[in-house]
Structure formats: C-alpha cells, structure tokens
C-alpha cells in the first residue's frame, strides 16, 4: 500500500461520517444557494508569475510544520504579499487540516481559495462549493479516466476551477486528454514521498501551452522560482517555505520578483 493509498482510505472513512450526518442531496441543495466562485484561470494567466500560497500545519512528508493557529490571519499575510491564490489544506488526518480552515480563509480574504484535498467522490465537490472554495484539486494518480473527466465536468458544472495535478508523462497526457484547463506537476512523488525539483522542468515541454503551468512542491528559495519560471511554470504552489517563514508577505514579493529574473 503506497502512502496516497493510505490517506485515501483515511479520507474516505471520515466523509463516509459526513455523509452519515449531512446526506447527499443536502450539500448538493446548499451547493445550489452558495455564492459564485470567482474565475481563477484569467488570473493564473496573468503574464506575472502567480503564487499560490498554501495553510499547511503538517505532512506525512515533513511532520509538523507550523503551528497555525489563526490560519485567517495567515491567509491575509499571503493575499497582502500579492498571492494570486490561498490554498487551504482540508485533509484532517495526514495535515492535521480541516473544513474550519477553509471557512476562516473563506471570510477572511477576496482572493480564489483552493480546496486541497483527495477529491474522490461527488460529495467533496459539492462541499467545497458549499465552504466557498473556488479551486478543487484533482490528483491524476488518484482517479481512473472515468473519474478524471468525470469530476472535471462537476467541477466546472458548480462554477469551480480545477487544479489538475500530475507527476509522469503519462499522468501529464490523461490530463490533457480528459480536457485539463489547469495542470499541475508535483515535484514530489505522493507514492514515495520523494520530490525533485526536475520534475517540473521534465514535464513543462509536454503540457504546452494551451493550459496552464502550476509547478508544486519543494519550491523553497527564490533560486528555485527562478528556475521554474524559467521552464514556463505559470504559477508556483508554495506550502512549507511560506508558513515556515517569519513574513511570508515579504516571501512572496520576493518570489515575484525572482520569477521576473527567470523569465527574462
Ligand atoms: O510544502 P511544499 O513543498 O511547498 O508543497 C506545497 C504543495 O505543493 C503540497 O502541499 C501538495 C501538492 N500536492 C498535494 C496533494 C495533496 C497534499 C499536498 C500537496
């Protein structure tokens, strides 16, 4: 059992619990009255790198992270620093996250807010709508096509981006096939845990141009944005080196600018 296939299990255990106390047809009735989400794609295209920034207090890679308590607050550091988006860790077992987080973000901040978390059932997708989520994140190596495309549809049926996460060339090609507006390459293996910063630069070329490029995970220093940027990424997703840093509004700023050094 590879570690994606344990916190899945996790993950399906605890909504099997929140559809026990909230049915189906209830979120997907709330889903209907919620507020529209904000377009997310127009803004990742933006010709200046756009950061997604990350309230992650812990990982099965890294252990714990950073406390967070006021994960609001944090989300209002980021959005100052110039974040084009927040993505709010949901999953509750293996990052100690949690649909409370995502609704003090919610409040807090005008900027698209993510969902990230295992999307492998409808019900998630009507809950995030429900929590005012903007993004969903949808991980290929998680998801048979069916799934894939069938979730993407849901997705943008609710109004909803999909961020689209691979890590091989053929997780890059079921993506594009399956009609992915916005990929991802995560430099680290959710299988291994293991993570190279190549991954990216490997995997842009592939992607092309049609949609866009979010490199994810291990982006640790402006050197590293550099180089992605140089490789085409259109955003960056950054968990560990912002709630780890003392201003990550200034952490940003900083990637901005280095993303500029790259693409010149
Ligand atoms: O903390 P990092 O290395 O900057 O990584 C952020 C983000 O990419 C990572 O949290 C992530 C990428 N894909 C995921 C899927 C599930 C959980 C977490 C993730």
Redesign the pocket.
């Known amino acids: 059992m590879t570690v994606l296939d344990d916190i899945i299990a996790g993950v399906r255990e605890d909504l099997h619990a929140r559809t026990a106390r909230v049915p189906l047809a209830d979120v997907r009735r709330a889903a209907e009255s919620a507020p529209e989400p904000l377009d997310v794609v127009a803004r990742l295209r933006d010709p200046r790198l756009a950061v997604i920034s990350?309230v992650?207090r812990s990982?099965p890679s890294k252990g714990h992270l950073a406390d967070i308590s006021d994960p609001a607050e944090l989300a209002a550091s980021y959005a100052a620093g110039g974040a084009a988006a927040i993505?709010v860790?949901t999953?509750q077992r293996r990052?100690n996250g949690s649909l409370d987080d995502l609704d003090a973000v919610r409040a807090r901040v005008d900027v698209p807010v993510l969902r990230?978390d295992?999307m492998v059932d409808e019900y998630q997708f009507f809950e995030a709508r429900v929590h005012g989520a903007d993004l969903v994140?949808l991980?290929v190596a998680a998801l048979d096509d069916a799934q894939l495309r069938s979730f993407l549809t849901l997705t943008s049926d609710l109004g909803m981006t999909a961020l689209v996460?691979t890590h091989t060339a053929e997780e890059v090609d079921r993506a594009l096939e399956a009609g992915a507006e916005v990929i991802?390459v995560?430099n680290?293996n959710?299988k291994t845990l293991d993570?190279g910063l190549a991954t990216f630069g490997a995997l842009a070329g592939r992607i092309g141009s049609d949609a866009v490029k979010v490199a994810?995970?291990?982006?640790l220093t402006a050197a590293d944005v550099e180089l992605v940027a140089s490789q085409g990424a259109d955003a960056i997703?950054?968990?560990?080196?912002l709630v780890r840093h003392g201003d990550p509004a200034a952490a940003i700023s900083e990637f901005m600018a280095a993303a500029e050094r790259g693409i010149r």
Request: net charge negative.
């Open positions: 990350e992650k990982s993505s860790l999953e990052f990230k295992f994140l991980i996460e991802g995560n680290r959710l993570v994810e995970s291990g982006i997703l950054v968990g560990e080196a």
